[in-house]
Each structure stands twice: as structure tokens, then as C-alpha cells.
């Protein structure tokens, strides 16, 4: 019975000393790129660098040589796109860097449009 005492009062001690509130670490993603996806998804995935890499195919000849994306915040208002900040492609697979500086942290959607109007998507969870 004396063990007993002394085990509920090590597991009360231990549970007192342990932080349940804080924050898990999450990996970031500075140098993979991420592959688009055909729907917006609810799981974002996490960035903490300066630039969204991502993996673009083209299929089509793309006439002007330049990407069409939008990125929107979670108000679903366009904060970034290529009226804003180019980004050359070409035809066949593209590994994409889109710069973004001017995006404060928090939940963006990256939504790729190709020749035909065809769209792709990215979530993802930008930190500082």
C-alpha cells in the first residue's frame, strides 16, 4: 500500500511538470516541392520559407510562357497572382518557385489555372 502511495504521487508530479498546451514542432517544407492537387484540401501542408515550390505540368503550349495562379487568403480574397508576381513555365513538367514575401502568416489556397482552364490547387499553412 506504501508503493501505491508513492506511485500516484511520481505520476502527479510528472503530469504536473509536463506542457500539454504547447505547440507540436511540425516539419517545414523548405526545399521539397509539392505536387498540385485536382481539389482544395482541408490539410494544408506546412511551410516557414520565403518561397512556395511546387511541381507543375504543363500540357498544353502554354502562349505566353507564363503561369496563371491566384493565391487566396481565408476570407477567399486573392492576395497574390501573376498580375502581381510573374512566373515563367514551359511545356512538360516545372518545378516552380512562387515568391511570398508580402504574405503574412497564416492559411493561403494556390489555385494553378492551364491553357484550357483547367484548375489545380495547394493549401497550405505559411508560419513567419
Same mark, same amino acid.
Given at each position: 500500500? &506504501?508503493? @501505491? *502511495? ?6 502527479? @508530479?510528472? #503530469?504536473?511538470? /509536463?506542457?500539454?498546451?504547447? %505547440?507540436?514542432? %511540425? ?7 509539392? !505536387? @498540385? $492537387? ?12 520565403? *518561397? @512556395?515550390?511546387?511541381?507543375?505540368? $504543363?500540357?498544353?503550349?502554354? !502562349? ?5 495562379? &491566384?493565391?487566396?487568403? !481565408?476570407?477567399?480574397? =486573392? +492576395?497574390? #497572382?501573376?498580375?502581381?508576381? /510573374? +512566373? ?22 494556390? $489555385?494553378?489555372?492551364? $491553357?484550357?482552364? =483547367? ?8 508560419? +513567419?
Amino acid at each position: 500500500m &506504501k508503493y @501505491l *502511495h508513492l506511485f500516484f504521487c511520481l505520476v502527479l @508530479l510528472q #503530469s504536473c511538470s /509536463t506542457s500539454y498546451n504547447s %505547440v507540436p514542432k %511540425v516539419a517545414s517544407n523548405m526545399d521539397d516541392y509539392i !505536387q @498540385l $492537387e485536382d481539389n482544395i484540401t482541408t490539410h494544408p501542408r506546412y511551410l516557414n520559407g520565403r *518561397h @512556395l515550390r511546387v511541381i507543375y505540368q $504543363e500540357n498544353y503550349n502554354d !502562349q505566353d510562357g507564363k503561369l496563371e495562379y &491566384k493565391i487566396f487568403n !481565408q476570407k477567399q480574397i =486573392v +492576395v497574390q #497572382s501573376n498580375v502581381t508576381q /510573374t +512566373v515563367a513555365v514551359k511545356y512538360g513538367k516545372n518545378k516552380i518557385d512562387i515568391p511570398l514575401n508580402n504574405l503574412s502568416s497564416g492559411i493561403y489556397v494556390l $489555385e494553378v489555372i492551364n $491553357e484550357k482552364g =483547367v484548375k489545380r490547387y495547394l493549401t497550405f499553412l505559411k508560419s +513567419v
